[in-house]
């Protein structure tokens, strides 16, 4: 490139390329790319311009994935019988018993005996957090 864009008047690239011992549109190419990376042309992307838009869709792609387990996993939640908690529950603890806005969980109510090590030492029961024999 530096040849090239030194060189007054500018030399055929096909010459300079056969010089090189390159193809000649390959060296057009990274003409241009030397140019848009100089800001003299406006018709190509950047190099930075290019590594940004494929770490964006590389991103893009990503997210897309995450978003169809997501939604699957709404459906398959939203399907099942039974898992939906009834709306005195969620009055009674705020907005959802798990939002993260809470400061504290609503009991559980599994029945039957706690799981092994929800007691401390002294015997005394301690509040058991997250699932559980359902």
Not at 12 to 28: M, N, T
Not at 69 to 88: E, I, M, N
Request: proline content about 7%.
């Amino acid at each position: 490139m530096r040849m090239y864009r030194t060189t007054d008047p500018k030399p055929q690239i096909k010459k300079l390329a056969v010089d090189l011992g390159v193809h000649p549109e390959a060296l057009r190419g990274w003409i241009r790319q030397a140019e848009a990376d100089a800001g003299e042309r406006d018709d190509r992307l950047t190099t930075d311009e290019r590594a940004e838009l494929v770490a964006l869709r590389k991103e893009n792609t990503q997210l897309k994935r995450v978003n169809d387990v997501l939604q699957t996993a709404s459906a398959f939640f939203a399907s099942q019988p039974g898992r939906r908690r009834s709306s005195t529950s969620t009055r009674a603890w705020g907005s959802s018993p798990y939002c993260g806005n809470c400061t504290s969980l609503p009991p559980r109510t599994t029945g039957g005996a706690a799981p092994k090590g929800s007691r401390a030492k002294d015997g005394a029961a301690r509040p058991v957090v997250g699932g559980g024999p359902r």
